[in-house]
């Protein structure tokens, strides 16, 4: 089974700190993404990555910027967290075809 | 590029009866049409898929439809169990070789045992 994990569930930051998820995945898949998922509003994609060191923009990149340094880790940096990016941020990963495999998320808080 | 719409966004049904999600889409070079299922607490996990070589695919309790043509496709789920209650959300990809899926806005289903 593809297992895709986020290094944490829950958590509450401050206005202007700066935040780093976590996303590992263990099946050796070229691809990772990040999205956001918000109420009425869906799944956005923020950014994905097709190969290490490769980053692409999503519909909704501005605030946010990634690393993959190791092809199983994709981390999602906000630079300085602000209130409006109050969320879940959902990390999926795939492999040469279609489907995602998605983490179960982390519901980041910013006061 | 591509957008993606879905209705009901909110559906509730009774145990046993059937539920019908629809869901349109603007590029008609799409051809890959995942629908996925996220209970509460979990990321969304696929559940049935379709290409646009196929016009029906069934699995059990679920099935889609689509309609090239008229750009839209749907998932029914027939005998609904309360286990079943869950947001469901469509997307649809494959435009120009993009593995990129837009997803619609997700459609929250209830089912009252």
């Known amino acids: 089974d593809v297992k895709v994990t986020q290094s944490s569930r829950y958590l509450v930051k401050r206005t202007g700190e700066k935040v780093f998820l976590e996303c590992v995945q263990d099946?050796?898949?070229?691809?990772m993404f990040w999205y956001r998922q918000d109420p009425g509003l869906g799944l956005r994609l923020i950014y994905f990555?097709?190969?290490?060191?490769?980053?692409e923009k999503g519909d909704i990149p501005e605030g946010y910027s990634v690393s993959r340094e190791k092809k199983e880790r994709f981390s999602l940096i906000l630079e300085s967290a602000s209130t409006n990016q109050t969320s879940m941020y959902l990390c999926?990963?795939?492999?040469?075809?279609?489907?995602?495999?998605f983490g179960p998320g982390t519901r980041l808080t910013v006061t | 590029g591509e957008n993606v719409e879905q209705h009901p966004s909110t559906l509730s049904v009774q145990e046993g009866d059937s539920a019908v999600i629809k869901c349109t889409y603007s590029?008609?070079?799409?051809?890959?049409f995942p629908w996925y299922k996220q209970e509460l607490g979990k990321g969304p996990q696929l559940i049935i898929d379709?290409?646009?070589?196929?016009g029906e695919k069934k699995d059990q309790r679920i099935a889609v439809t689509l309609n090239k043509t008229a750009k839209h496709f749907s998932l029914h789920i027939t005998e609904t169990q309360p286990e079943d209650s869950a947001v469901y959300f469509c997307?649809?990809?494959?435009?120009?070789?993009?593995?990129?899926?837009?997803f619609g806005r997700g459609t929250s289903l209830i089912v009252h045992p």
């Open positions: 999926a990963s795939s492999y040469n075809s279609y489907e995602q495999y």
């Open positions: 099946m050796d898949h070229e691809n």
């Open positions: 990555s097709y190969d290490v060191k490769m980053k």
């Open positions: 590029d008609s070079a799409s051809n890959y």
């Open positions: 379709i290409r646009s070589n196929v």
């Open positions: 997307a649809a990809s494959g435009s120009g070789g993009s593995y990129i899926p837009t």
